[in-house]
């Protein structure tokens, strides 16, 4: 159980594109999803806190403008990074966290390369 | 202020041995405890924990907490090759529906062949 997935597993696109990363609770509803990033031997970093149905909670630094962070039901978040630019390349990973629990399952992770 | 400290930060050992790591917190309405393990890719969970003294174990794997003294520890027995990550610890900081988990900066374990 608590099986969390991520969609896609690796991308490359071009500069000034935009992408979607999706991230869904496979077993489990999660009133609250996580997004990270995280560069080579570097510690997790938050970017944002979504919760079904309301806005994004984003972390000091983050542009919420750039990164759009939608949280459309209680199995699915997407991110999307608009106008990627090659310094956004990095590894994004989300995490959820079932219903009235302080748990929380990570996602495979998306590796995203911008050109 | 709400902090997950970790130790140590690296570690080496050979095949075989026993390693412990540590995790002491301190947060506003602790919650729980979660370990990870962290290789080439995202986290894999291993452990969650709420109440003390009680001892969680899988394999060779087990962690305790301790909400007294405000720590836990992880224990690897017979330790493999294939135990090399890093591994992580972190509590929820906040209330329902506002909270996010606070991180320890990991300890790295090395198992030598």
């Known amino acids: 159980g608590a099986v969390v997935s991520q969609h896609p597993s690796r991308v490359i696109c071009k500069s000034g594109t935009s992408v979607k990363i999706e991230c869904r609770s496979l077993?489990?509803?999660?009133?609250?999803m996580f997004w990270y990033r995280q560069f080579p031997k570097q510690s997790l970093m938050l970017m944002a806190t979504?919760?079904?149905?309301?806005?994004?909670?984003?972390e000091q630094g983050v542009e919420k403008d750039k990164f759009l962070i939608n949280h459309a039901s209680l199995t699915l978040s997407t991110l999307t990074v608009t106008s990627a630019h090659p310094e956004d390349s990095s590894f994004y990973i989300c995490?959820?966290?079932?219903?009235?629990?302080?748990?929380?399952?990570f996602g495979p992770g998306t590796r995203l390369t911008v050109t | 202020e709400d902090k997950v400290v970790q130790s140590p930060l690296s570690l080496v050992v050979h095949e075989g041995d026993t390693v412990t790591l540590n995790c002491s917190y301190e947060?506003?309405?602790?919650?729980?405890l979660l370990w990870y393990k962290q290789e080439k890719k995202a986290p894999t969970f291993l452990f969650m924990l709420?109440?003390?003294?009680i001892e969680k174990k899988s394999g060779r794997l087990s962690s305790i907490l301790d909400k007294k003294e405000l720590f836990s520890i992880l224990n690897i027995t017979a330790t493999q090759t294939g135990d090399s990550a890093v591994y992580l610890c972190?509590?929820?900081?906040?209330?329902?529906?506002?909270?996010?988990?606070?991180f320890g900066t990991g300890t790295r374990l090395k198992v030598l062949a």
């Open positions: 972190a509590t929820p900081r906040g209330t329902s529906g506002t909270y996010k988990y606070i």
């Open positions: 979504s919760n079904e149905g309301s806005k994004a909670t984003y």
């Open positions: 077993d489990f509803q999660a009133t609250t």
């Open positions: 995490s959820a966290s079932p219903l009235a629990e302080y748990e929380q399952y």
């Open positions: 947060v506003t309405n602790f919650r729980s």
């Open positions: 709420t109440s003390s003294g």
